[in-house]
């Protein structure tokens, strides 16, 4: 075994565990003053960055079951966020979009999010700046590569945010 790797391994574990939960404790705060839960905003952001969406594709990219992914977006179309359209090719299933209003509560609740972490930033080096989405997003993705989220076992690689 290779004591340093185990060492750095832990030591990953502790940092990333106190990001997310600090994180999550941002996101409920910050996002439930909007009226929609956490779920939902992420559901909002999944339809807003793909354009448009299946059930089935919202509830991999969220890593949630189809049942519970219909009540997140159920909720957000009751509030006028999320609307439904025939798909094009499968008349069985229907594609989900932000509406107008949806795209507008995500560009409000995405602002202040953006204007924390821009705050956040301020206070490191431009280097660590520059570089820290770049581990982030490698570290999201070894993660994403060994998941089993997905309901058919595959992994869905979600859509990317515009550079």
Do not use: W
């Not at 079951?65 to 179309?77: F, N, P």
């Not at 609740?109 to 956040?120: F, K, M, P, Q, T």
């Amino acid at each position: 075994m290779n004591a340093e790797l185990d060492r750095q391994a832990r030591e990953l574990q502790d940092a990333l565990g106190e990001f997310i939960r600090l994180y999550q404790l941002r996101d409920r705060d910050r996002i439930c003053c909007h009226d929609v839960s956490v779920s939902q905003c992420y559901a909002l952001d999944v339809l807003v960055r793909r354009d448009r969406a299946t059930l089935n594709e919202v509830a991999a990219e969220l890593c949630l079951d189809k049942s519970t992914a219909s009540r997140v977006i159920g909720a957000l179309e009751r509030k006028g966020y999320v609307a439904r359209a025939s798909h094009p090719s499968d008349r069985r299933a229907v594609l989900l979009a932000a509406t107008p209003a949806g795209r507008r509560l995500h560009a409000r609740i995405n602002d202040g999010l953006v204007a924390e972490s821009r705050d956040i930033l301020a206070a490191f080096p431009v280097t660590v700046r520059e570089t820290a989405p770049a581990l982030i997003r490698r570290l999201a993705g070894a993660v994403r590569d060994r998941s089993s989220c997905a309901t058919d076992g595959r992994v869905a690689a979600p859509a990317r945010r515009p550079a």
